[in-house]
């Protein structure tokens, strides 16, 4: 029973995570970049707060410094460079990069003394970026522009180094805190870039409005909270590679919702990422553990 609410979790993080980029298309169409990812986490800092206020450890050191510095890797370099990226690569070939992120994670993880490595999750995360090779399509498309390739490369490592540090800190940082911390400095750092670069808000449509909201409740909130324990109950390693099904449900997301089309080729590269995942989680089966209250600070 606990294996099978485990992997629902996965399953549930992946279509969040993979949600956002279908929220933030339509919700661009209304504000600029930086704008909406200011206000995004800046709606979701007040969200939280009473919240976070309530368990007494909002202003913890520990948990300020190190909510503030995932803040400034996940929320500001991560997705401010994604992002701009976007603006001269196309999505898939982003898609790829940051879906490289396993094995990033497992070889800085490893080296640090922080998590096993076994032939078995190298496998498995190696056959799971096969599969997102597949669906994204990129060994048929033009060479992408390299200013963007640095830039999504360069956030995608952000992103690696804030999970490495909260597996670090696992066992001794609360959840629903720490994220708010994560809102507060993602608003704070790209404020400055919304105000150079974007533009004024006007009257947002229904749908851009929307968009934003399920941006701030269930990606911001929901999907970062549940990142969080997916690294806290499996280790960095084998949670990074819960990315690898992203391009997937991506793909069938875009269908649904924006009516883009399906090929054979994402369902055969859904297959590899599938086994590559069972290959990777039982591997981590070991990491798994009782998973503890979302707002506990555990000293």
Known sequence: MQRLIFSAQIVIFSLIWSSAFIAGSLAIKDFDPFTLLVLRFALSALVLLPFGWVAHSLFDADVVRH?????????????????????????EVVIVIISSAPFVTTFVATRLGLEPLSKRIIGGIMLGFVGVLVI????????????????????????????????????????????????????????PLAAVSGHP???????????????????TIGGMALWLLLIRTSGASSASSYHLLNPFFGVLLAHLVLGEAVHTTDFIGAVLIGIGLIL????????????????????
Not at 73 to 87: D, E, H, I, K, P
């Open 280 to 299: 990777t989680t039982k591997s981590g089966k070991s990491h798994v553990r009782k998973q503890p209250h979302l707002g506990r600070h555990v000293r």
């Open 136 to 191: 994204s399509g990129i060994a048929t498309s033009e060479p992408p522009n390299i200013w963007g390739l640095f830039l999504v490369a360069f956030g995608m490592l952000a992103f690696v180094a804030g999970t490495i540090i909260f597996r670090k800190k696992s066992s001794g940082l609360p959840i629903l805190q720490t994220n708010f911390w994560q809102s507060v400095a993602g608003a704070v750092a790209l404020l």
């Open 67 to 91: 909510g503030l510095m995932l803040g400034l890797l996940n929320n500001a370099v991560y997705l401010g460079l994604s992002f701009s990226a976007l603006r001269l690569i196309r999505p």
């Open 201 to 219: 808000i006007g009257a947002p449509s229904g749908q851009a409005l929307f968009a934003l909201l399920y941006l701030v409740f269930v990606v």
